[in-house]
């Protein structure tokens, strides 16, 4: 079992940054593939950005070039660095490991950009 937990998230006016960070426990997630996906209400939970056990990254489109995933296998965390914050950011963002079949998720944090 893996437990993830997010932190990092709160108010921020538009064009600002925040640092999003997944504390993983419960087992070493170097060979997860992780990721940051949101979601907000009304809608379905989308994916912002993966990174693979290797290193590789795919951003949403919505993201590229403002949004940056990092990973820690040391330390067992996953990093999402945002800038340039918008508005239609706003959402709670969830921490997502996999592996084969197993998928583990956190609780969330909630980002919110705004005026």
């Known amino acids: 079992q893996v437990q993830l937990v997010e932190s990092g998230g709160g108010l921020v006016q538009p064009g600002g940054s925040l640092r999003l960070s997944c504390a993983a426990s419960?087992?070493?997630?170097?060979?997860?593939?992780m990721g940051w996906y949101r979601q907000v209400p009304g809608k379905e939970r989308e994916l912002v950005t993966t990174?693979?056990?290797?290193?590789?990254?795919n951003y949403a489109e919505s993201v590229k070039d403002r949004f940056t995933i990092s990973r820690e296998n040391a330390k067992n965390t996953v990093a999402l660095q945002m800038n340039s914050l918008k508005n239609e950011d706003t959402a709670v963002y969830y921490c997502?490991?996999?592996?084969?079949?197993?998928?583990?998720w956190g609780q969330g944090t909630q980002v919110t950009v705004s005026s």
């Open positions: 419960g087992s070493s997630v170097s060979f997860y593939d």
């Open positions: 997502r490991a996999t592996w084969r079949s197993s998928v583990y």
């Open positions: 990174i693979s056990a290797f290193g590789s990254t």
